[in-house]
């Protein structure tokens, strides 16, 4: 990809994923390592997930058909040994941060379930966990055991006019998007 400074930033396009891109997050940054090269990972509809080389704009590593349906989101564990990615199969799957990127666990989170959210908890000594959302479901998971460790659900609304009302949401649902 090109490089263009504008206004003191410097832009790259990074160019390899065949179809729109839904989510990107950028792997934490050990600090006091100047030698450390910052990594991009991105999430594709062309059910791919990429790891990039923020500073030369090369695609590192091509998860192809990371899932069965579009990929619809990516992040880091804390210490970025760790990429999760949710897809809109209904499953999350992590990914080992090495030189193969082999995938280490597969997370269901039930079928017609698109994650539409993923964030690492802070890891504490014996604790390893990931928060997962799809539409109306929240989950914690224990990575170290692959074991759902907590669960919250949010059913529909019934007469209230969340998302803007009627007009915008006429079966009164809630969709989580953040967690």
């Not at 280490?104 to 390893?128: C, F, S």
Request: net charge negative.
């Amino acid at each position: 990809g090109g490089v263009r400074e504008e206004h003191g930033w410097r832009s790259r396009s990074l160019w390899g994923h065949t179809e729109r891109q839904f989510g990107a997050a950028f792997a934490p940054l050990e600090t006091g390592n100047k030698a450390q090269r910052q990594l991009l990972a991105t999430a594709s509809e062309d059910l791919s997930a990429r790891i990039w080389d923020v500073g030369s704009g090369e695609c590192i590593r091509c998860l192809d058909r990371a899932h069965n349906d579009e990929v619809l989101r990516v992040a880091w564990a804390g210490d970025g040994g760790m990429l999760a990615t949710g897809g809109a199969d209904g499953t999350v799957k992590l990914w080992a941060s090495s030189k193969n990127w082999p995938c280490v666990a597969t997370l269901d989170h039930g079928a017609g379930k698109q994650i539409y959210a993923l964030r690492y908890m802070p890891h504490t000594e014996g604790t390893n966990q990931l928060l997962t959302a799809s539409e109306d479901t929240i989950l914690k998971w224990d990575l170290g055991t692959t074991a759902v460790a907590q669960a919250w659900q949010f059913p529909n609304l019934g007469l209230s006019t969340a998302h803007g009302g009627l007009n915008r949401n006429p079966d009164q649902t809630i969709d989580v998007f953040d967690v």
